[in-house]
């Protein structure tokens, strides 16, 4: 049966990723392409679907993993502050026109600063030769305010036309997204992804106890901190492709797991897939919904995963696990 589900949600993230590709605000047919078309295709509509599908697969699968990991349901991979970290080191970036690596200026400053502060909570969540959940957690939500903070002081003092552009990346705008910025992102998420897939089975284990999963031969703190870096390459790479999209960490893994249950081996690939599917929605809808101004997929996908969740919250218990 779950095979069957997966085969489904691989048939509608092709439809959705075919329908964002062809449908916008200038309507192309597949089967007849001018030269206006073929440029639109390629150099902007395929480059940003394709982007969106991989940002969505990362905070899917990192949603899944840390609710495991953490054992709370409501975490979601912002919650270690890796995002915040890397939204000021980005906005440093736009706001002080930082651009000496040209279309790769912004990017390049958020991953930096994701990576310092993926190494910032690992090592306050460091004890004892091991992660523990609970540090980390405390660690991240704390510098998570502490960034925070230290932005909206950047964007106060900052000039308005710097400041909407930061604004909108921070919320997950696509519209600069072109195929120099794939290659990159490809390769971080998809490490990401194999190492939190190739260690599943340890995430059941951790998720039913510390001394359960030693009792089955798992290095528990060794356990934890691939997973912990699975989460950091694929957050980080997902805030530097297109800046903060909230919801699909926290939602996505919920919705999947009341489809396919709670196995980790099937619950994390199948979350990345449900992850991309919505956030190319959300770019798909943002980009049509006013056109011809855009919306941010962030705040899209912020609209439409919110009431999900409450609907979810009311007609079933998503805060187990």
């Given at each position: 049966m779950s095979k069957i589900k997966i085969s489904l949600l691989i048939t509608i993230s092709i439809i959705i990723f075919l329908i964002s590709i062809f449908w916008g605000s200038r309507l192309i047919n597949p089967f007849y392409l001018n030269d206006i078309d073929r440029e639109i295709l390629l150099s902007i509509r395929l480059p940003r679907v394709i982007v969106a599908m991989l940002m969505g697969m990362a905070l899917g699968?990192?949603?899944?993993?840390?609710?495991?990991?953490?054992?709370?349901?409501?975490?979601?991979?912002?919650?270690?502050?890796?995002?915040?970290?890397a939204s000021l080191s980005a906005a440093l970036g736009l706001l002080f026109g930082f651009y000496s690596f040209g279309i790769f200026s912004i990017p390049l400053t958020a991953f930096i600063g994701a990576s310092l502060v993926s190494i910032i909570v690992g090592a306050f969540g460091w004890k004892r030769a091991g992660l523990w959940p609970e540090r980390l957690l405390l660690a991240g939500i704390g510098l998570s305010f502490l960034f925070h903070a230290i932005l909206m002081l950047l964007i106060s003092i900052s000039t308005d036309e710097r400041l909407r552009i930061a604004l909108l990346w921070m919320y997950g705008d696509l519209s600069m997204i072109d195929?120099?910025?794939?290659?990159?992102?490809l390769v971080l998420i998809t490490t990401g992804l194999f190492i939190?897939?190739?260690?599943?089975?340890?995430?059941?284990?951790?998720?039913l106890g510390d001394e359960f999963a030693h009792s089955l031969g798992f290095s528990v703190h060794r356990e934890r901190l691939f997973f912990f870096i699975s989460i950091a390459l694929?957050?980080?790479?997902?805030?530097?492709l297109g800046g903060m999209v909230g919801f699909i960490g926290l939602l996505i893994p919920h919705i999947m797991r009341f489809f396919i249950g709670a196995d980790s081996r099937i619950l994390i690939p199948a979350s990345a897939i449900g992850g991309g599917i919505l956030l190319?929605?959300?770019?798909?809808?943002?980009?049509?919904?006013?056109?011809?101004?855009?919306?941010?997929?962030?705040?899209i996908a912020a609209i439409i995963g919110s009431p999900y969740f409450l609907y979810l919250l009311r007609?079933?218990?998503?805060?187990?696990l």
């Open positions: 699968a990192s949603g899944a993993i840390l609710q495991g990991l953490l054992k709370n349901p409501l975490a979601d991979p912002y919650i270690l502050g890796i995002s915040s970290g195929w120099s910025l794939i290659p990159y992102g939190s897939i190739f260690r599943a089975k340890a995430l059941n284990a951790l998720i694929m957050t980080s790479a997902s805030v530097s190319c929605l959300a770019d798909f809808i943002g980009k049509i919904i006013m056109s011809p101004m855009e919306i941010p997929s962030g705040i007609r079933r218990d998503v805060l187990s």
